[in-house]
């Protein structure tokens, strides 16, 4: 059996000043979206997106990120807390960030941007949609370092205890979402969005991709704490908000697909 390595969340001190591991990786996700988003600019020639408006866009993306991240965590998984310790919203430095919240929050931002640009908001959301899963990745290893949303038990040989839970061996399944929802579903999207695709497919391929590999990841890890656990039928909240995706991005890559036929 493994050991949790009881990682140090904060990366560096200095002074009052603290630089913690979880910040640091939003910040490799958002400087590697700025590194794959002018690759993919030159790979399709794109028209209409360049560099200076890559720039722009993570802006809007990253304040969607976060107040939709956070906002998400606090009303989707834990109000009684965040709402007893409203200071707390504003920590995100100690983790707590929910995609499904973060995704909504983005969806708003690049609406809003697209409309700024005149440019239409479902081929800005193809565009950037390879973009994300690599953000997505570095995510998981900000929870795996703070040591938090941690697997069911397990009594697979690489079980791992995390000693501040308790002596159980766990699966890391932070690391099974790091592999699924950041490096197999950027590989998959990566490949697809190579060539030009009808508008809305590469977006609907996101939704199938993330919303599957979340819902298979969720049987490993533990239950969110707050005032959810496994809901009907035995799944968790984090699957009941992956489902639609999984509904919605079939209708839509049928839709893109006929309808460029």
């Known amino acids: 059996m493994l050991v949790?390595?009881?990682f140090n969340p904060v990366?560096?001190?200095?002074?009052p000043l603290a630089i913690h591991w979880y910040g640091l990786m939003y910040?490799?996700?958002f400087l590697t979206f700025l590194w794959l988003g002018r690759k993919r600019i030159l790979m399709l020639n794109h028209p209409q997106i360049n560099n200076k408006m890559l720039d722009d866009l993570l802006f809007y993306g990253v304040l969607g990120v976060i107040l939709g991240g956070r906002l998400g965590e606090v009303l989707f998984y834990n109000p009684g807390y965040y709402f007893a310790n409203p200071l707390k919203i504003l920590a995100v430095w100690e983790g707590g960030m929910s995609f499904h919240?973060?995704?909504l929050g983005v969806m708003v931002a690049m609406a809003l941007f697209a409309r700024q640009q005149k440019l239409r908001w479902l081929e800005l959301m193809d565009f950037i949609a390879p973009l994300v899963?690599?953000?997505l990745a570095f995510g998981r290893l900000g929870n795996f370092i703070n040591g938090e949303l941690w697997?069911?038990?397990t009594d697979a040989p690489w079980g791992m205890i995390f000693p501040r839970v308790d002596n159980l061996p766990r699966h890391p399944s932070q690391l099974y979402e790091f592999a699924l929802e950041?490096?197999?579903?950027?590989?998959i999207l990566w490949i697809y969005a190579r060539k030009p695709r009808p508008v809305g497919a590469v977006s609907g391929l996101f939704l199938i991709g993330?919303?599957?590999?979340?819902f298979i990841a969720e049987f490993t890890r533990n239950p969110d704490d707050g005032i959810f656990g496994l809901m009907t039928f035995g799944i968790s909240m984090g699957q009941w908000l992956s489902l639609p995706m999984v509904v919605i991005g079939i209708i839509m890559m049928i839709w893109s697909i006929r309808r460029a036929t």
């Open 151 to 153: 697997g069911r038990p």
């Open 4 to 6: 949790y390595p009881q």
């Open 133 to 135: 899963p690599p953000g």
């Open 182 to 187: 950041g490096v197999l579903l950027f590989i």
């Open 27 to 29: 910040m490799a996700g």
């Open 210 to 214: 993330y919303g599957s590999f979340r």
């Open 101 to 103: 919240g973060g995704f």
């Open 11 to 15: 990366a560096l001190q200095i002074g």
